[in-house]
């Protein structure tokens, strides 16, 4: 709901992409990650980035919501002056580790991380969320090798697979099944999950993983929970007016 309200307030789009991965990040941040709200900075902490960056609303929704910052502010999003911007940065939003926004660059910065972590003798993990069309970009395959060579079993990788991108299917851009036999052919674990489904996520983001990274491959609904906007590839860009806005709260639960 507070992802709807942000893109209302702003006049943003992509609200059907945050929509497509919400529930991952709500586990991620309510049951997985570990991470203080009052030490952003806190070196012990679980690394998250997003690299689907259109979808930054999520983030900060999540964030305010585990107490990162008020949630008050959140209504600020993409005005004039606003930190909270279209695509998630990273600058004066507590945290937020890394802006994004051109495709293909999350999972190289994430596997650094892990990589500087495995180096440093640290615990800590480093998650990943992409869109399935971003597998498009050459720069995730060059990450994806050296993730397995460097057997990076602190790095999760989640690919939001909602079957959209920003005018058409993916496999009508361009194919790219089956994601799950070229990821074990570059020797990563893979599992398939409900992305919608909050007990199987923690389920398998809480497993230890096996001297390899890991790829969760989510299953998601472009605009899920809203009917007019689940599966329909023009709220990638569409904004809610205020009608639309109201119909979708009341979807939600919003009384």
């Not at 307030?9 to 497509?20: E, K, T």
């Not at 674990?189 to 989510?218: K, M, Q, T, W, Y």
Request: proline share 2%; hydrophobic share 40%.
């Amino acid at each position: 709901m507070d992802c709807l309200r942000m893109v209302h307030a702003g006049g943003s789009s992509h609200i059907g992409s945050a929509l497509s991965c919400v529930d991952i990040l709500a586990v991620l941040y309510g049951d997985v990650m570990n991470y203080r709200s009052n030490h952003p900075g806190w070196e012990g902490r679980d690394r998250f980035v997003l690299s689907k960056g259109h979808a930054g609303v999520a983030v900060y929704a999540v964030l305010a919501e585990v107490g990162f910052f008020p949630k008050k502010e959140l209504l600020s999003h993409y005005k004039d002056g606003s930190i909270f911007s279209g695509h998630v940065s990273h600058k004066g939003i507590p945290g937020v580790e890394l802006s994004t926004g051109s495709l293909g660059h999350g999972l190289p910065v994430a596997v650094g991380m892990a990589l500087a972590a495995k180096l440093d003798q640290r615990e800590n993990r480093v998650f990943v969320l992409i869109g399935d069309g971003e597998l498009m970009e050459g720069s995730n395959w060059e990450a994806a090798l050296l993730s397995a060579h460097q057997k990076l079993d602190n790095l999760v990788l989640v690919i939001d697979r909602n079957n959209l991108q920003s005018i058409d299917t993916t496999e009508a851009t361009v194919a790219l099944e089956s994601i799950e036999r070229k990821f074990r052919a570059f020797n990563w674990d893979v599992v398939e999950v409900d992305g919608h489904c909050h007990e199987s996520l923690a389920r398998i983001f809480n497993a230890s993983n096996n001297e390899a990274p890991l790829l969760v491959i989510a299953n998601t609904i472009k605009g899920k929970g809203v009917s007019f906007m689940e599966n329909n590839v023009a709220w990638h860009y569409k904004c809610p007016d205020d009608d639309l806005l109201k119909q979708a709260l009341a979807e939600l639960g919003c009384r």
